[in-house]
T-cell receptor, first 113, second 114 residues
Framework: GNSVTQMEGPVTLSEEAFLTINCTYT??????LFWYVQYPGEGLQLLLK?????DKGSNKGFEATYRKETTSFHLEKGSVQVSDSAVYFC????????????FGTGTRLTIIP | SQTIHQWPATLVQPVGSPLSLECTVE??????LYWYRQAAGRGLQLLFY??????ISSEVPQNLSASRPQDRQFILSSKKLLLSDSGFYLC?????????????FGPGTRLTVL
């Protein structure tokens, strides 16, 4: 099955700082790649996704590029806001069929004003 | 788009008591459904998934069970809870062919076993 290695948290940044959360994966198939975000006390929301090599997913100022050669899907944002404080999960899928996701351990991000 | 309902939102139960958590889905038919557990400060662990009524696959050995009595209903159960069953339980639904592998998540149930 798949596995995910995600940047250890917690991460604390000042508002307007540049953010990178690293994610690398191993997969036997050809997965789609996802970043999910979990705000305090809530379920997970899809942040962005990429379904094939070199695709760039983007949403709310966040971006991540599907790098097949390095099996990576690093999350970036140029200028973070206090409202970005949350836990971020990287997750590759297994491909068509059951579409099971393998989640990383999550990275807790705190943005201070 | 899909909407996932979970209840109860929070639950406090004594060790050894039974459990029933319910998940229902709106806005799609014949979805793949998933139960995840998130222990405090940890990532998500897939517990069960279902591709149809009465079809359940278990991902990890445990004292929990799942059932799917209707197309858009997914239930997580236990006959006797353990302390280690405490956590945040999330139901998820695969969005179907048009959403290209995306899963949608419910709001979750926070279970505390005392």
């Amino acid at each position: 099955g798949n596995s995910v290695t995600q940047m250890e948290g917690p991460v604390t940044l000042s508002e307007e700082a540049f953010l990178t959360i690293n994610c690398t994966y191993t997969a036997t198939g050809y997965p789609s790649l996802f970043w999910y975000v979990q705000y305090p006390g809530e379920g997970l929301q899809l942040l962005l996704k990429a379904t094939k090599a070199d695709d760039k997913g983007s949403n709310k100022g966040f971006e991540a590029t599907y790098r097949k050669e390095t099996t990576s899907f690093h999350l970036e944002k140029g200028s973070v806001q206090v409202s970005d404080s949350a836990v971020y999960f990287c997750a590759p899928s297994e491909g068509f069929g059951n579409e099971k996701l393998t989640f990383g351990t999550g990275t807790r991000l705190t943005i201070i004003p | 788009s899909q909407t996932i309902h979970q209840w109860p939102a929070t639950l406090v139960q004594p060790v050894g008591s039974p459990l029933s958590l319910e998940c229902t889905v709106e806005g799609t038919s014949n979805p793949n459904l998933y139960w995840y557990r998130q222990a405090a400060g940890r990532g998500l662990q897939l517990l069960f998934y279902s591709v149809g009524i009465g079809q359940i696959s278990s991902e990890v050995p445990q004292n929990l069970s799942a059932s799917r009595p209707q197309d858009r209903q997914f239930i997580l159960s236990s006959k006797k809870l353990l302390l280690s069953d405490s956590g945040f339980y999330l139901c998820a639904c695969h969005g179907g062919a048009s959403s290209y592998n995306e899963q949608f998540f419910g709001p979750g149930t926070r279970l505390t076993v005392l």
